[in-house]
């Protein structure tokens, strides 16, 4: 029943943003000591850019949910990020599980360190399913911007190509994981890491491209 009632959630949360009408998405709290808390004001100037540039009616604060919390499914997308460690219990494994299978989104970006922790906590949730690069071709990097070469690079870590993953339901793809780019550094306030416009203006877009994407699946 609840799978059932969250789809038709997504349905008519889907309509009410094509007629910017508020809806909220959500801040991922996860156990295990990383800081799930990193990039405070990414976020939120995700969300004004978006409003400002694609015309949508996203609530200006995000909101913050934990994985095992029924409350995740009161919202249609929600991001995790941090640097280090990442445990879900089996019933958080599970609870997100239902809250993908029954239409809502994650993204993943890490913010340096988390992808060894990440990819073992995703095979608790999918423990069938693997995540499977996305080519520069994928139409999440083809939205309102268009990224000809795929993800594109923010901040560098390890001199590794950005790469991002998908973890896919019949042909949906549900999880998003954006690796050696650092995407949530590029939406903070300019201050904090003094990126050039430029590079702020790249990161911006492309999260308006994954927003985009999400709420029109």
């Given at each position: 029943m609840k799978i059932i009632l969250f789809i038709i959630l997504i349905f008519s949360?889907?309509?009410?943003?094509?007629?910017?009408?508020?809806?909220?998405?959500?801040?991922?709290k996860y156990n295990g000591g990383g800081d799930w808390y990193s990039d405070p004001?990414?976020?939120?100037?995700?969300?004004?850019?978006?409003?400002?540039?694609?015309?949508t009616g996203i609530y200006s604060e995000p909101s913050t949910?934990?994985?095992?919390?029924?409350?995740?499914?009161?919202?249609?997308?929600?991001?995790?990020?941090?640097?280090?460690?990442v445990i879900f219990s089996d019933?958080?494994?599970?609870?997100l599980r239902l809250y993908l299978e029954g239409g809502g989104f994650l993204h993943i970006?890490?913010?340096?360190g988390l992808d060894k922790f990440i990819r073992r906590e995703m095979?608790?949730?999918?423990?069938?399913k693997d995540f499977i690069e996305l080519p520069p071709s994928h139409e999440i990097f083809h939205q309102k911007y268009d990224f000809p070469k795929g993800l594109p690079k923010i901040h560098e870590h390890d001199n590794k190509p950005p790469q991002a993953f998908g973890i896919f339901i019949d042909g949906r793809m549900v999880c998003l994981?954006?690796?050696?780019?650092?995407?949530?550094?590029?939406?903070?306030?300019p201050e904090v890491h003094k990126d050039p416009e430029e590079i702020r203006l790249k990161a911006l877009k492309m999260g308006a491209n994954i927003i985009m994407y999400v709420f029109d699946q």
């Open positions: 949360v889907s309509a009410s943003f094509a007629q910017n009408t508020t809806v909220r998405i959500a801040l991922v004001s990414a976020l939120p100037n995700l969300v004004e850019y978006c409003n400002n540039h694609l015309n949910v934990e994985v095992g919390s029924q409350e995740i499914f009161n919202y249609p997308f929600v991001h995790l990020t941090g640097h280090g460690n019933r958080e494994a599970r609870n970006d890490d913010n340096y095979k608790k949730v999918f423990p069938g994981y954006t690796y050696e780019s650092d995407l949530g550094d590029g939406w903070e306030d």
